[in-house]
């Protein structure tokens, strides 16, 4: 058994519930602040396929809509720059929309680059197709 292996399979759900009750870290994302309860993901910061552990400080609680936004872009923009520099899928819904709307941009016309910009525009087409077109 691999080493990710064995630590995917020692990260139960007995150590999501103690990381909570241990660290007083509530069932609050920690990314948009939606009170989910049991819909909350504990999430390996550092994966544990790149070398992250099932450590304390290598987790954090995200909602179920924000750890799978961020598994959509992951490999796009580093994670602790995804938790403090991008908006939340709603907040960038509502911009898309607005810039639509007033600009008339369309934003499955842009050509996608590796900086913020490219990155959100990433993001919404991505999100696009998971929800048939539909934002």
Same mark, same amino acid.
């Given at each position: 058994?691999?080493? &990710?292996?064995?630590?995917?399979? $020692?990260?139960?759900?007995?150590?999501?519930?103690?990381?909570? +009750?241990?660290?007083?870290?509530? &069932?609050? *994302?920690? +990314? *948009? /602040?939606?009170?989910? /309860?049991?819909?909350? =993901?504990?999430?390996?910061?550092?994966? !544990?396929?790149?070398?992250? &552990?099932?450590?304390?400080?290598?987790l954090i609680p995200l909602c179920n809509h924000c750890h799978r936004d961020w598994h959509t872009i992951e490999g796009l923009i580093d994670f602790e720059k995804w938790m403090w520099y991008v908006p939340r899928?709603?907040?960038?819904?509502?911009?898309? +929309?607005?810039? $639509?709307?007033? $600009?008339?941009?369309?934003?499955?016309?842009? +050509?996608?680059?590796? =900086? &913020?910009? /490219?990155?959100?525009?990433?993001?919404?087409?991505? !999100?696009? !197709? $998971?929800?048939?077109?539909? !934002?």
């Open positions: 058994m691999s080493r &990710t292996e064995k630590l995917r399979k $020692e990260f139960s759900s007995s150590v999501r519930r103690n990381f909570i +009750k241990d660290t007083n870290k509530s &069932t609050i *994302c920690h +990314k *948009c /602040g939606s009170h989910e /309860g049991k819909s909350i =993901n504990i999430h390996h910061v550092i994966p !544990l396929a790149d070398g992250g &552990t099932n450590d304390y400080n290598n899928y709603e907040d960038i819904v509502r911009m898309v +929309k607005f810039i $639509e709307h007033e $600009e008339g941009v369309d934003f499955r016309n842009i +050509k996608v680059g590796k =900086n &913020t910009i /490219g990155t959100y525009i990433f993001v919404i087409n991505k !999100l696009r !197709l $998971e929800n048939n077109n539909a !934002l």
